[in-house]
């Protein structure tokens, strides 16, 4: 299939199919709209999930590196500041820490103006890592996208997102 077709019918179609047949009343283009959604996000998951595989990372760890890359020089956070960037548990992120340091991707050292914190700064050897792997998983998702959308659709559909989730996200 090329940019231009669509497909006729897929799996969410059918799912709102049976909703029609069993339940008429209802509106199922929510349902259409965040089913594709949530399937197309497990589905680049796992391809980017791929491309990282390489680079002795996954989706999480790459998360990890890439937020201190992105923080610009000297590409140090704070475990709290990191936490919050990723949205997830203080746990999950000593966790990934752990790992990376271990690796040599990153360090944790006392932070100079808190006693009780740390800093979080990305190595050498992570960045160029890291570097290497953006490249990666960005080829996966610009394949993608190259594949079923124009750019112009590509950009269309980067600026409905957008709009979408700034009214849903608290």
Known sequence: MDSTETPAHDAVDAITDQWAAVRPDLDTV?????????????????????????????????????????SGEPYTLSPRELTATLMITTGGMTGRLDKLEKAGLLSRSPDPNDRRGLRVTLSERGRELVDQAVGAGLAQQREALEAALTPEEAEQLAGLLRKLLATTVV
């Open 30 to 70: 929510p349902m259409a709209v965040f089913g594709r959604v949530y399937r197309l996000a497990a589905a680049m998951r796992g391809r980017v999930d791929k491309a990282y595989s390489p680079y002795g990372m996954a989706l999480g760890e790459f998360d990890v590196l890439a937020t201190l890359r992105r």
